[in-house]
Each structure stands twice: as structure tokens, then as C-alpha cells.
């Protein structure tokens, strides 16, 4: 029952969030050093009350995307049980991965470029603290779960 179409359109993050009858945001991010995040959101439920709970902000792992917590499905993602328990559930996409693949200046094009010169450092240091301040600002929080 999952994504019918799947298997014949190429499928995003917010595809697949859709597809299980979840509302779906993308944001973007621009970090310190330019790269430009891109940012999934499940801002509430598909159960009532509709109304965002507290920020819970999932950070994806090594080579991946903010796709792995919903590809299970809504009664097997960590996404949507999640977002049934009242969290609104934002998704970080680090540099350089499928989402986040743009830089204000730098051109991930040419993969031996400076584009591909950072690290796991850049990611904790640079990407996360300006992912979760714009998570904070956005949904009026002074913290997220």
C-alpha cells in the first residue's frame, strides 16, 4: 500500500512522506560557509488535532539522506510514529548528499573540487548548530526533544 508509483517516478523524502497521507515541508538552510541544506519536514500529524507539538530534529547517518526514517512505511518509520506521538519532526540533510548538493559559490560538479572539502567536523560544527537554530526559530521553541 506504500508509494504505488514508487517503482515508476523517481521518489524524494517529501514523495514518500505524501504518499502515507503526511503533510511534507522542504526548507533550506545556508551554512556559515555556504553550503545549502536541505531540510524535510512533518510538521504534524494525519490524525487530529493538526497543530505542530515540540521540535524533535533527526540527524541521518553515514551516506544517507532523511529518507531512511521513513521508508518503512507509516506504522514502521521512526518518522511517523513520531509525528502520531505529536512531534513535529524535522529531518537534517548533511552536505553533500542528494538534498544538500548546493553551495553559494561552490559547484559539486567536479568531484575532486572545494566543494567535497570538508569532513564530519564541518557537519557537527558548521551544519547542525545553524540546522537547529533555524528548527528553533522557526517553530518558536527554546529547545528541541
Known amino acids: 500500500e506504500t508509494c504505488k508509483d514508487c517503482a515508476r517516478t523517481p ?6 512522506i505524501r504518499a502515507e ?6 526548507h533550506r538552510v545556508t551554512t556559515d560557509d555556504g553550503y545549502i541544506l536541505g531540510i524535510h519536514r512533518i510538521p504534524t500529524s494525519r490524525y487530529p488535532p493538526y497543530t505542530p507539538g515540540p521540535p524533535v530534529l533527526y540527524l541521518h547517518g553515514y551516506i544517507s539522506s532523511s ?3 521513513v521508508l518503512r512505511g507509516r506504522k514502521n518509520s521512526l518518522g511517523f510514529l513520531l509525528s502520531d506521538q505529536g512531534y513535529d519532526v524535522w529531518m537534517i540533510n548533511f552536505r553533500g548528499n542528494v538534498y544538500s548538493r548546493n ?8 568531484l575532486k573540487g ?7 567536523w564541518e557537519m557537527g560544527s558548521l551544519d547542525l548548530p545553524k540546522v537547529l537554530k533555524y528548527v528553533l526559530d522557526m517553530t518558536n521553541q527554546n529547545k528541541a526533544c
Open 11 to 16: 521518489v524524494t523524502t517529501v514523495d514518500l
Open 21 to 26: 497521507g503526511y503533510p511534507a515541508e522542504t
Open 67 to 69: 529518507a531512511e526514517i
Open 103 to 110: 553551495h553559494t559559490d561552490l559547484s559539486p560538479d567536479d
Open 114 to 120: 572545494p566543494f567535497w572539502n570538508f569532513t564530519w
